[in-house]
């Protein structure tokens, strides 16, 4: 399952002033890529649980940055899949100039996270209009009750 994608479509620029935080979650069994991906803008990813993903956890497209912090991330058994972040449709030579943080996060079962960019310019992010990360430690705690809900139609949920 592809989870969320933030950005309407490859070309719809005004997406760069988007800014989202995706927060306090646990992504889990069955789910393959884009928790997040995202088409330009601002992506702050704080103190959520990755215990399982098919061939990554978070993307993007189109020079989004990305400042992670606080998450926890076990890899999956295979070998091939152990990178957290994927850049989609860009070359080495364009996407390394897009920054994207890890800060604090915590990496198990060889799972690790490629940055990029300017990292000088990673706290000025981390600070602005940003949510205070808890230490990744707490990750287990903070996502707990998170999940879906079982909402009935016409009633309140």
């Known amino acids: 399952m592809q989870v969320m994608l933030f950005g309407a479509t490859n070309g719809y620029t005004r997406d760069e002033m988007m800014q989202i935080t995706v927060a306090f ?14 088409r330009y803008g601002f992506v702050h990813v704080v103190n959520n649980d990755y215990s399982h993903w ?30 957290v972040t994927r850049r989609v449709d860009a070359p080495e030579s364009e996407w390394n100039n897009w920054l994207w943080t890890t800060d604090n996060d915590l990496f198990f079962n060889g799972a690790f996270f490629v940055e990029s960019g300017d990292l000088k310019k990673k706290d000025s992010f981390a600070k602005r209009d940003s949510l205070v990360a808890k230490p990744a430690t707490f990750v287990e705690q903070l996502t707990r009750f998170s999940g879906a809900l079982h909402c009935i139609e016409n009633t309140p949920c």
């Open 54 to 83: 098919h061939e990554y956890a978070i993307g993007g497209s189109y020079h989004p940055t990305i400042i992670s912090q606080g998450n926890r991330f076990i890899a999956p058994q295979n070998p091939f899949s152990k990178e």
């Open 25 to 38: 979650n646990h992504f889990d069994e069955g789910l393959i890529q884009r928790m997040p991906r995202c």
